[in-house]
């Protein structure tokens, strides 16, 4: 069974600063690794899609990648910000598609000005 | 597009009430789910749907019952409330089930449930 570990679960770190998030997953047979955001009381927003056949994939300040063979993505936010305060969530989606799809617990991040 | 909506925000049950969690979304998506979201732990799968008239169970069906019968609308049905079923409650949908590259979950903003 595909187990996605998110460490560490909290983060704080002064504006400006650069980050990264990871997330480490134990089946390496995946299609699709998905970066959510979930603010407090809120649902969840898609950040990145990042597909199995890539190594990473960028939005603005955010990087995403993903080692398959380690078993290992990253979440790279680059000049952190107070709005960039939230939980940070990963999802494996394997070959089964999302009847499978497997989310981490999560890394809370705070961005302290 | 609302995008996937969800109703109430928030519920408060006794135990052994029923009652019904409402989700749709205006996308057209063929894939519909609903997870709870519990302290310390990921999202769980409890049902899904690949169409309309199509349901399966999840992860952690238990308790929980689910109908489909048009593409927009995916209601989850708490039978007989217990306190175990405290959670928060997601929908979600996609364009397919997947997998098919560029095929990402939207979800809507959840319920928060509670039931003494």
């Known amino acids: 069974k595909q187990e996605v570990t998110q460490i560490p679960a909290a983060l704080s770190v002064p504006e400006g600063e650069n980050l990264v998030l990871n997330c480490s997953f134990t089946?390496?047979?995946?299609?699709?690794l998905q970066w959510f955001r979930q603010d407090p009381g809120k649902g969840l927003t898609s950040l990145l899609l990042i597909q199995s056949s890539q190594r990473e994939q960028t939005s603005g300040r955010l990087n995403a990648s993903l080692d398959k063979s380690s078993g290992r993505s990253t979440l790279y936010i680059a000049a952190s910000q107070p709005g960039d305060s939230a939980t940070y969530l990963c999802a494996v989606i394997p070959p089964g598609g999302y009847q499978k799809v497997t989310f981490g617990t999560g890394t809370k991040l705070q961005v302290i000005p | 597009n609302a995008g996937v909506t969800q109703t109430p925000k928030f519920q408060v049950l006794k135990t052994g009430q029923s009652m019904t969690l409402q989700c749709a979304q205006d996308?057209?998506?063929?894939?519909m789910s609903w997870y709870r979201q519990d302290p310390g732990m990921g999202l769980r799968l409890i049902h899904y749907s690949v169409g309309a008239g199509i349901t399966d169970q999840g992860e952690v069906p238990n308790g929980y019952n689910v109908s489909r019968s048009t593409t927009e609308d995916f209601p989850l049905r708490l039978l007989s409330a217990a306190p175990s079923q405290t959670s928060v409650y997601f929908c979600a949908s996609s364009p397919i089930a997947g997998p098919t590259f560029y095929n990402e979950q939207f979800f809507g903003p959840g319920t928060r449930l509670t039931v003494l």
């Open positions: 996308m057209n998506h063929e894939y």
């Open positions: 089946d390496s047979a995946i299609y699709n």
